[in-house]
């Protein structure tokens, strides 16, 4: 074969190879893999649950209107030394007797509870209770100007007690409130040391000195 006609011969195979290669598979196509496709966009996450609505503020409860009680004297309080005027005159001098009386002085009504506590000018102690009172809810209303009276007694004179001037009397209130005491002049009051005694308060005079 001339020299020309094989140089002919393998360019002619080398373009044949060359056209070969171009057209070929790639190393991954030869081989059986598939391309992956690209991956779809994430969607957004749905809301698992819908927004927590605001509670509704509870209303306040009204405040129940205040009711007029039955007792027409609920708010009527003891008196005290602050609500009366006091006076005591001599109703006995063999027995040192003497009349108390306590006059309401203000604008409202009040109750005497008890027995009025007298004190004797300097002497120690106060005048024995005598008789049973009335129970707190039976006690006497004193209305404005109205008056209530205690029946005290000194006692006989024994030749074992003292001579006083003056008696000194607060008011029963079944607190403890401070009293100012109310002074009384009792000119020459004997007082024995185990017969003196005041009654509980009462609606009259008369049943005042004769308990």
């Known amino acids: 074969m ?17 056209a070969l290669t171009a057209c070929g598979p790639t ?14 966009p994430t969607k957004a996450a749905t809301p698992s649950a819908s927004p927590t609505k605001a509670a509704t503020p509870t209303k306040p409860n ?21 609500d009366v005027k006091f006076t005591a005159s ?27 506590i007298v004190t004797f000018g300097d002497l ?5 209770e005598r008789g049973k009172p009335p129970a707190i809810e039976d006690a006497i209303r004193l209305a404005p100007g109205e008056t209530a009276y205690a ?20 008011m029963s209130t079944e607190s403890d409130l401070k009293q100012t005491p109310l002074k009384a002049s009792t000119p020459g009051l004997y007082v024995s040391p ?13 049943d005042a000195l004769s308990l």
């Open 124 to 128: 120690d102690g106060h005048a024995t």
């Open 62 to 82: 009204p405040k129940p209107k205040p009711t007029a009680s039955s007792d027409p004297d609920h708010d009527v309080f003891p008196c005290s030394t602050f």
């Open 194 to 206: 185990d017969k003196n005694s005041v009654t509980a308060w009462m609606n009259n005079a008369e």
């Open 27 to 40: 190393g991954d196509d030869a081989a059986g893999g598939a391309t992956t496709p690209p991956a779809s």
């Open 151 to 170: 029946g005290l007694m000194g006692g006989a004179n024994d030749g074992k007690g003292k001579t006083v001037n003056e008696i000194s009397m607060t």
């Open 2 to 18: 001339s020299t020309v006609r094989r140089t002919a011969v393998l360019l002619a195979s080398a373009s044949a190879l060359a």
């Open 90 to 116: 001599l109703a006995d001098p063999t027995s040192s007797s003497y009349l108390l009386k306590v006059t309401n002085k203000g604008t409202k009504a009040c109750r005497v509870l008890g027995h009025p």
